[in-house]
């Protein structure tokens, strides 16, 4: 793990800002405005964070222009600080990236194609006819089925798992226990019994995907399941087969997709939401968390489902009178109309 | 990944369909109405897809005897089109299977028993005493523990582990990532702090079981977790310790299942469903997405819980409303009583 | 898998308890009350199974001074007996610990430092730096990223991934498929696209923790995501960057914690429960299972959200007047004050 120290002036160069201190200044780490200490980089991305800038122990701080002029310390100044430090936060990354070279416990089909400056770890399966790019990382225990197809720069974590005929796009980055291509969910029922619907269809995914940990994405039952580029999974989120997300969505964890739905681009659906089957939603939809998603969304906007968390003993009593709702709200419709009856009879 | 080619007539038999056109006409694929191109098969199961008949480009449509007279190209008559389709898909499926034998960087115990024309992949772990059937596949990375059985032509896809005293029926399908035996979560409390219940079960699985990917199988307390002949368990599935699933019944991704819960036989439980500890739900219970089961079914039906998506302003004021639904509710019955009682005086 | 036989002597001696029987009987195995077989020993925890201690056939029982008079065995009497049959079922627990060793598929840097009595199974990788104490298991197919430190007595279960720079404490038990370490959803929006924030912070865990099959714990996003000694987390839970979970509190399986959450010590959070980001849980709060947590607690107590199961025709019906329950609640407070004035005129 080695991690480089850069300058003011490199920093500022690298992400095109007004730079207010020493440029010979060096950085050896990125921090919160309240942990910073001698060294550090922090930023100032909202403004409820201004309170901590005063104080702070960074040795330079990324600002936007207006609060330049209260940062104690060296100063990058930019228009979008937040932005500035995701691609800061680039530089600061360990670099874990094995040599290349394919490990010698590493098993590969003879049939495959391996790209330049691939790197390979220690008990890889690549099975027959599988394509990887060039500079494509697949780390320890990682399972690549037949006929996959892995874009250039991509990275697959330890231990990752994709079955037959899955491609994947350029620079993906897939984390560990995810499971790409297993079979979609499909039975048809027999007298009670279940007959198997053998899942033919793969994966297609885009470039730029990030695949969160024991994420799982199943192969498609006739056509492919589709992931857009630029989608962004976070972990624990089940792709359901034939399922579409378009470009540049985000997921985020435990959210589960059932077969066959169609997300459009620009979304983000937050945790652990549950996506029925074959509808579709359209761009720029917001969902939050936890709600239950049952009929298509056919205009852009924010949606919601659940119900607000109390203390135990007021969630029994309404939830108890929710059980009854349509009796109660009949009972409000009736009363309404007596009280309008007794009124008129009394005008 | 080779995939054969039939003949309509091979078809026909295969589904036991009537046949009506060429019977040397070869099929190349399965694929949708809408979708079908020269040389595919394709199938009309539901009315709602009788708009796509006319037009298809495929080379034969299974049908029903009813659509049969509006196919325009050749048609494989049945009873029940998706039954058939679902047959006809397992001859579509690659094969896969890889050709019996050990692989070298396999680590099997000498006191295992292995059964014939097993295919076991690269640096598969078996422990002492386990039994592996005939025809059994088991793919690369897979864990078998100690004193496991697994039964005939079972199957486990890459990176499954299974703990120690798991028993498997015959003809199952593992899917990779998941977990079958780890420790159901027990402890006692002791002034504050949690002592661990050793889990001193098993888990013992039917015959014809397919278990999803990175779904989790918990081993029971005292006895063994059972999941009965038949049942299908989607991805991202967690069985707790004791629980026990009925024959037939199947369960959508992402739903949790509390330990020492008795599920009935052909039950469905939809997607992203949470069920109680400690309950038992009757054979023939459906239960819809996302519900929450917290106390017995004993009759058959179909079970929900859980609120209906809006726009998520809409949302916010019936929350909030709800929050006090219980104080609104006995607002309504003493507003229905006063004005009952003014009727009354007015009378 | 060994497993020992003890006397009744031996047990008493072992959980501190006053036998009344034959001291030198045998016990083979745990089992229930109405499992129990001769050679066994049960233990009656809950008086609603006080039903079943007259006609057990346990060779013996632990009981609680109550009941020990009603046992029809030999009994061993002791204040809490959930707490004795939690630290007897130690006892019975197979002894799977391999014999100290590294097993030569094993892929392990030679920067790392190895403590004694240590196991290591097949295929383990273990990469630069990394330290593992006394007498830890590692099972096969676990990846151990850089610059881990694992301390005495874990144990990781089979197909375990630790990214770099995780730290575990002593007495660790890390179930199949779990992954410690990636990294945390972290990305800041440029103009639609999604730029990856680097995930420079680490996952600290302490003593005594268990962590289940198949969850996930990322790591910070530039400080460390800590879980507290004692806590026990159940299987399928996703633990977002930065989370912090104070001592001795436990989850159950499925619950998903967002990032920067800080849950006090103490607490239950029951199953498929989602919590929100960045906020924070008191010590020994209780929620329910699948509620909602939305903001923060600031108080000890119970928690809930969610709505009862009903049939499914009842909960369509309830379900639409919850899509307009601020209107129908205005509708109410309008007649109430309507009524009041009607009433008011008439006096």
């Known amino acids: 793990m080695v991690v480089r120290v850069y300058t003011l002036a490199e920093l500022a160069a690298y992400i095109d800002a007004e730079l207010l201190g020493d440029a010979a200044q060096e950085v050896t780490g990125l921090a919160t405005l309240q942990a910073a200490s001698q060294g550090n980089l922090a930023f100032l991305a909202n403004s409820k964070y201004l309170q901590f800038l005063e104080n702070t122990q960074a040795s330079a701080v990324i600002v936007d222009r207006d609060s330049a002029d209260r940062c104690p310390v060296a100063a990058l100044i930019v228009d979008d600080p937040y932005m500035a430090y995701a691609k800061i936060s680039q530089l600061f990354s360990p670099s874990l990236v094995a040599a290349p070279g394919v490990h010698k416990s590493a098993t590969i089909s003879d049939s495959c194609t391996i790209g330049a400056e691939v790197s390979i770890g220690p008990n890889v399966v690549i099975e ?40 994947l796009g350029q620079r993906n980055i897939i984390h560990s226990g995810a499971v790409i291509g297993a079979d979609g969910f499909g039975f048809a029922n027999n007298q009670g019994q279940w007959e198997k619907i053998h899942q033919l269809g793969g994966v297609v995914i885009g470039d730029d995907v990030e695949v969160g940990a024991n994420t799982c994405i199943d192969r498609g039952a006739l056509t492919d399941t589709q992931i857009g580029n630029g989608v962004k999974l976070d972990n624990h989120i089940q792709v359901g087969h034939n399922v579409v997300i378009g470009e540049h969505s985000a997921v985020a964890a435990g959210t589960a997709i059932a077969g066959s739905a169609e997300i459009g681009s620009y979304c983000t659906i937050a945790g652990a939401v549950g996506i029925a089957g074959h509808l579709t939603i359209a761009d720029h939809v917001h969902v939050t968390g936890m709600s239950m998603v049952s009929s298509s969304l056919k205009t852009a906007g924010v949606y919601s489902s659940g119900t607000a968390l109390t203390d135990n003993q007021t969630w029994r009593k309404n939830t108890a009178r929710l059980r009854k709702l349509d009796e109660y709200t009949k009972r409000l419709l009736k009363l309404e109309k007596q009280f309008e009856q007794a009124t008129e009879k009394n005008t």
């Open 128 to 167: 027959e006819d599988s394509v990887i790019g060039d500079h494509v990382t697949i780390g320890p225990g990682c399972i690549v089925g037949a006929g996959c197809s892995i874009g250039d720069y991509s990275r697959l974590n330890p231990n990752v798992t994709l079955y037959h005929g899955i491609t």
